[in-house]
């Protein structure tokens, strides 16, 4: 079985210390074979954010981990418009990754980014053609009886926001991006973005969509929250195995939540009823770290 901690919005620049101590004492309990990192490692990709990023990493490989991520969207300059548009991701690749296509092969999954961020827009994501190849030649050289994990920052689909009727945006063309994933028999689809821990069926979400589980990490070291408490997610998969089971902050550590466990059969992730545990996550009201919402 593969052990992977998903992380997402970082935020470095905004951040909360005692959060990055928190994630990094509940790595070295957890063992993961794998932190994979959704994106936004910093707050606007300043030189001195990606540098208490990078230390952050190197802490963590220092310490053995493997460490897998993709840009988000906080990762491209937005006021330094010069760097925006002729070398937007300069920074990230000489202080978190030179790849924006990164790829790891485990006993029990294959994992790999993609990166969705683009200078043209402020905060939506994208995907382009060569993607979509890539995307479909790599799982093509993989096992398919592992679990074929893809990882990007902006969900592929429109997701709900909260308990009311509002969707947020989905990827751009995610026509091109939903009949990849279903090609290349993509198990999990790994993002963050939304600030908000959530687990789907593709299906549910859209049609032509395959069989994927589509999993949400919220924020787990930025102050800013979005109606729950920081959180990250602890996933252990097998060939048709899939637990999930959220790390939420509760004001002096990390500690398990929502446990879910789904099975594979005949094609379909099924949630496997009566294994659902763990008080719920506390919502912003609850939280000792209550601060003002920003725009994504």
């Not at 993961?32 to 707050?43: A, K």
């Not at 549910?204 to 729950?228: F, K, N, P």
């Amino acid at each position: 079985m593969a052990r992977i901690l998903h992380l997402s919005d970082l935020h470095f620049g905004a951040h909360d210390p005692k959060l990055v101590e928190a994630v990094e004492a509940r790595a070295a309990e957890a063992k993961p074979d794998l932190i994979v990192i959704s994106g936004d490692f910093t707050q606007r990709a300043r030189t001195e954010q990606f540098k208490e990023a990078c230390a952050f990493l190197t802490r963590l490989k220092e310490a053995g981990h493997d460490v897998l991520g993709v840009p988000g969207n906080h990762d491209v300059p937005l006021y330094d418009v010069l760097r925006r548009f002729l070398s937007p991701l300069t920074r990230y690749r000489r202080y978190i990754d030179d790849s924006l296509c990164p790829f790891h092969e485990l006993k029990d999954a294959s994992v790999l980014g993609i990166n969705t961020a683009r200078s043209l827009t402020f905060k939506d994501g994208n995907i382009n053609h060569e993607q979509i190849a890539y995307i479909q030649e790599t799982f093509a050289r993989t096992n398919a009886a592992t679990p074929r994990i893809l990882v990007t920052h902006h969900p592929l689909f429109a997701l709900p926001v909260g308990d009311g009727p509002e969707l947020s945006k989905a990827i751009g063309r995610q026509h091109l991006a939903l009949d990849a994933i279903a090609d290349a028999g993509v198990d999990l689809l790994l993002a963050g973005h939304n600030h908000r821990a959530s687990t789907h069926h593709a299906p549910d979400l859209v049609t032509r969509a395959g069989s994927a589980l589509v999993i949400q990490a919220g924020t787990a070291t930025s102050t800013r929250l979005r109606d729950e408490e920081q959180s990250f997610n602890l996933i252990e998969t097998a060939p048709d195995d899939v637990t999930i089971t959220v790390q939420a902050w509760d004001g002096s550590g990390y500690a398990s939540r929502d446990f879910q466990r789904y099975r594979r059969a005949d094609d379909q992730w099924t949630l496997e009823p009566g294994v659902t545990s763990g008080p719920r996550r506390r919502r912003l009201a609850e939280s000792r770290l209550c601060v003002p919402l920003y725009p994504a």
